[in-house]
Nanobody, 123 residues
């Protein structure tokens, strides 16, 4: 059984930074690409970033590219999302999941991630 625990969210002013983390268990962590998604009430959930199992390949949505940095520490079963130059439109609940469930997650399935962590960016 895969378990994912997100943390690190909070309230920041526009232009500030936060670092999110996701600790995984129940899988051979380094064998799986991981991804971050976000969800804002009234909006469809959105892909944010992904990273390969080795950490050598990463990708970002256009909305966060240049501001967010994804990384992972396989020795600690952790994937992180460094968020810099935060904008009010980044306000959302952030979730991590195995990237192989990308399509299901965007379609509305909720059983592929943990409890999420809330990020609020004030103007």
């Amino acid at each position: 059984q895969v378990r994912l625990v997100e943390s690190g969210g909070g309230l920041v002013q526009a232009g500030g930074s936060l670092r999110l983390s996701c600790v995984a268990s129940g899988l051979t962590f380094r064998s799986y690409a991981m991804a971050w998604f976000r969800q804002t009430p009234g909006k469809e959930r959105e892909f944010v970033s992904r990273i390969s199992g080795s950490g050598c390949i990463s990708g970002y949505s256009d909305s966060v590219k240049g501001r967010f940095t994804i990384s992972r520490d396989n020795a600690k079963n952790t994937v992180s999302l460094q968020m810099d130059v935060l904008k009010p439109e980044d306000t959302a609940d952030y979730y991590c999941a195995e990237d192989r469930y990308y399509k299901q997650i965007l379609a509305g399935r909720d059983d592929y991630w943990g409890q999420g962590t809330q990020v609020t960016v004030s103007s």
